[in-house]
């Protein structure tokens, strides 16, 4: 165990470098953007999650060239991709897709008594 923890310590992408930790902090805006999930999509951004994800996208790719390869920065750009891609078909189905009153909605009823 103390070998492990030695050598996750002396890394070249350990915590001891901003290698580390700028990957670690970045997690802040996928969980941010997973926490939008809820949110209702008119409230979405184009322009917001159009920049998260194709900063992920780019990222992604760059942290593969990069020497030692940051296995925690590619992990964190994946999941931003795949959360702004997310989040932009929620809004573009919202807003392009949805046709209210289309038979295949349903539409809530109230029940007065």
């Known amino acids: 165990m103390a070998f492990k923890v030695s050598a996750l310590w002396n890394h070249p992408t350990g915590p001891k470098t ?55 920065l590619f992990c964190v750009n994946v999941a931003m ?4 891609v997310y989040q932009l078909s929620r809004k573009i189905q919202q807003d392009y897709m949805d046709v209210p009153g289309s038979p295949g909605k349903k539409v809530a009823q109230v029940y007065l008594p």
């Open 81 to 84: 991709c795949t959360t702004g």
């Open 18 to 72: 901003i290698h580390f930790w700028a990957p670690t902090f970045k997690w802040g805006i996928s969980i941010a953007n997973v926490s939008d999930f809820s949110m209702p999509p008119e409230a979405i951004s184009y322009p917001q999650q159009i920049a998260v994800a194709a900063s992920g996208l780019i990222w992604s790719r760059y942290s593969m060239v990069i020497v030692p390869k940051n296995w925690n």
